[in-house]
Nanobody, 124 residues
Framework: QVQLVESGGGLVQAGGSLRLSCAAS????????LAWFRQAPGKEREFVAT????????YYADSVKGRFTSSRDSAKNTVDLQMNSLQPEDPAVYYC?????????????????WGQGTQVPVSS
């Protein structure tokens, strides 16, 4: 089993930056694809970013491309999401997720481990 715990959420002003972290325990994620999803109130959970098992490839939703960057530290079993130029449409609960496959996926249904989520409100 893998446990994922997000941290770093909090209120930030529009245009500001925030860095989320996700720490894994229970098993190494060295051969797992990691991802970030988010869910705003009244909306479905949506894909934000995914990073390949070795960290050599990252993919982003069009809505965050150029503003968000995901990175991972396999030695520490962590994955981060640097969020810059936060916009009013970015507030949501942000989740990290893991899947024990080497291929990346944009679909939440392909991920079998989830964190509890961290809130990111954005003030205008």
């Amino acid at each position: 089993q893998v446990q994922l715990v997000e941290s770093g959420g909090g209120l930030v002003q529009a245009g500001g930056s925030l860095r989320l972290s996700c720490a894994a325990s229970g098993r190494t994620l060295i051969r797992s694809t990691l991802a970030w999803f988010r869910q705003a109130p009244g909306k479905e959970r949506e894909f934000v970013a995914t990073i390949s098992y070795a960290g050599q490839s990252t993919y982003y939703a069009d809505s965050v491309k150029g503003r968000f960057t995901s990175s991972r530290d396999s030695a520490k079993n962590t994955v981060d999401l640097q969020m810059n130029s936060l916009q009013p449409e970015d507030p949501a609960v942000y989740y990290c997720a893991a899947r024990e496959y080497l291929t990346t996926s944009w679909s939440q249904y392909d991920y079998n481990y989830w964190g509890q989520g961290t809130q990111v409100p954005v003030s205008s």
